[in-house]
């Protein structure tokens, strides 16, 4: 490899290598048994055509781009290890020449990650937040256990209540036209669930079984059905039923029950625990939140926009992923919430430019404190991500490619430097 660095500015880089004749005929050869077989020459077969025929009757250079795209990746990556560069941008390539006998020339531009002048770090002074838990907390999860475990009665001798469950027949119209959509027959709907268009629910309280009426709302002005956005529609209704949710006691039988507790005082000091566990890694977060924020707001960077963009990128696809995960295309999604990619990627963007700056940041502390991780550490994280799987340790870690190792290796210095910062700050009572 003989690779030149050709001038820099700021994150800014071009640079060049050159690639043998060996190398190049190694990438010709690859290009003509890939387009061998589609090739037709009166005389021939198809892909028994010799490739100097092939040269002689469409050009020397007819191979040149599929020989290019092929060796050109191997190379370039070995070009910017040997020039370390920490490229963040796809490479904008120009070939300078391309000779069967010298081979071939690249020139290439990329963006590199900027740098990082560190301020203080260590030190930071931040508040410290509470994360005690109150009697009242513990009741209200009593009280969620408690509803979930609820079981329902029929009500017959009372007239609709928020909370209820009813059961309703209802056909929707628009200046007295009835709408695709809008007509069902027993239709369960909790009151109080907002599951229905604002003010639906609330209308249908105070009426009884057996009771017809007409319920008056307006459909949002971003609506997935949009010949229906921001228009008055009236809904004929008929109510069929109503059930209501009988809580069960509260007292040993209940806890008995519901967890793996005799007592309700025994099972109380375990929801008492599991709340100050979550309230206390809830602090911590917000904690290390301010603190990151007060380090990389003492730090001098200038972050290329490419940078930003692809993390805009990786939280699209990471947001469509679990889209998908649930079934649904990103189409209907937008559908349904009324609004588009160009939307979603907006409101990534702050999220994205906190992240990199902070990554950045804890990357070159991590350098400048010559963090290290231990090879048993390494290689245990790496065993957590074949436990669930039941991948034994050795096949891990021969599945496990360097890159992937090296990526990890990066994460677990990031984290460190972050504990660093955390194990030097100083904690202050809240005001």
Do not use: W
């Given at each position: 490899m003989n690779a030149t660095l050709i001038s820099q500015e700021k994150t800014e880089v071009k640079f060049s290598f050159e690639v043998s004749a060996e190398v190049l005929e190694a990438g010709l050869a690859f290009a003509y048994n890939k387009n061998k077989n589609k090739i037709s020459v009166p005389g021939f077969r198809k892909g028994k055509v010799p490739r100097k025929l092939i040269e002689a009757q469409y050009g020397e250079n007819f191979f040149y781009e599929d020989a290019i795209n092929h060796i050109f990746p191997e190379e370039y990556v070995g070009a910017i290890k040997e020039l370390n560069l920490d490229v963040v941008s796809a490479p904008q390539l120009d070939v300078e020449y391309i000779d069967k006998a010298k081979g071939v020339k690249f020139v290439v531009d990329v963006t590199v990650k900027p740098e990082v002048t560190l301020g203080q770090y260590k030190g930071l002074t931040v508040e410290k937040v509470e994360a005690e838990v109150t009697e009242e907390e513990v009741q209200?999860?009593?009280?969620?256990?408690?509803?979930?475990?609820?079981?329902?009665?029929?009500?017959?001798?009372?007239?609709?209540?928020?909370?209820?469950?009813?059961?309703?027949?209802?056909?929707?119209?628009?200046?007295?036209?009835?709408?695709?959509?809008?007509?069902?027959?027993?239709?369960?709907?909790?009151?109080?669930?907002?599951?229905?268009?604002e003010g639906f629910e609330e209308q249908v309280v105070g009426h009884s079984i057996g009771e017809k009426f007409d319920i008056n709302v307006t459909f949002p002005e971003v609506y997935h059905a949009s010949e229906l956005a921001g228009k008055p529609a009236v809904f004929a209704i008929e109510l069929k039923g109503i059930t209501a949710k009988e809580l069960p006691e509260l007292n040993d039988a209940f806890a008995e029950d519901v967890s793996e507790f005799s007592t309700l005082n025994e099972y109380k000091a375990d929801i008492l625990a599991k709340l100050a566990k979550g309230k206390t890694e809830k602090a911590k977060q917000l904690q290390g939140d301010k603190l990151l924020d007060a380090a990389v707001a003492n730090c001098t960077m200038e972050v290329p926009q490419v940078m930003y963009d692809n993390k805009v990128d990786s939280m699209m696809k990471d947001f469509e992923e679990n889209i998908m995960r649930q079934?649904?295309?990103?189409?209907?999604?937008?559908?349904?919430?009324?609004?588009?990619?160009?939307?979603?990627?907006?409101?990534?963007?702050?999220?994205?430019?906190?992240?990199?700056?902070?990554?950045?940041?804890?990357?070159?502390?991590?350098?400048?404190?010559?963090?290290?991780?231990?090879?048993?550490?390494?290689?245990?994280?790496?065993?957590?991500?074949?436990?669930?799987?039941?991948?034994?340790?050795?096949?891990?870690?021969?599945?496990?490619?360097?890159?992937?190792?090296?990526?990890?290796?990066?994460?677990?210095?990031?984290?460190?430097?972050?504990?660093?910062?955390?194990?030097?700050?100083?904690?202050?009572?809240?005001?």
């Open positions: 209200e999860e009593l009280k969620k256990v408690q509803k979930q475990n609820a079981r329902m009665i029929e009500v017959t001798d009372r007239a609709a209540q928020m909370g209820d469950m009813v059961k309703i027949s209802y056909e929707g119209s628009v200046d007295g036209v009835p709408f695709e959509g809008g007509k069902a027959d027993n239709q369960d709907l909790e009151l109080g669930s907002h599951q229905f268009i079934g649904l295309s990103m189409d209907i999604y937008y559908q349904y919430m009324g609004t588009s990619a160009e939307a979603l990627r907006e409101t990534f963007k702050e999220t994205s430019v906190k992240s990199v700056d902070a990554r950045l940041m804890l990357e070159q502390i991590a350098k400048e404190e010559n963090l290290k991780i231990a090879q048993e550490d390494l290689e245990a994280e790496i065993c957590k991500y074949g436990e669930s799987y039941g991948i034994d340790k050795k096949t891990m870690l021969e599945m496990f490619r360097e890159e992937d190792k090296a990526a990890l290796e990066q994460d677990m210095l990031v984290r460190a430097a972050m504990k660093l910062i955390e194990d030097t700050a100083i904690l202050t009572e809240a005001k």
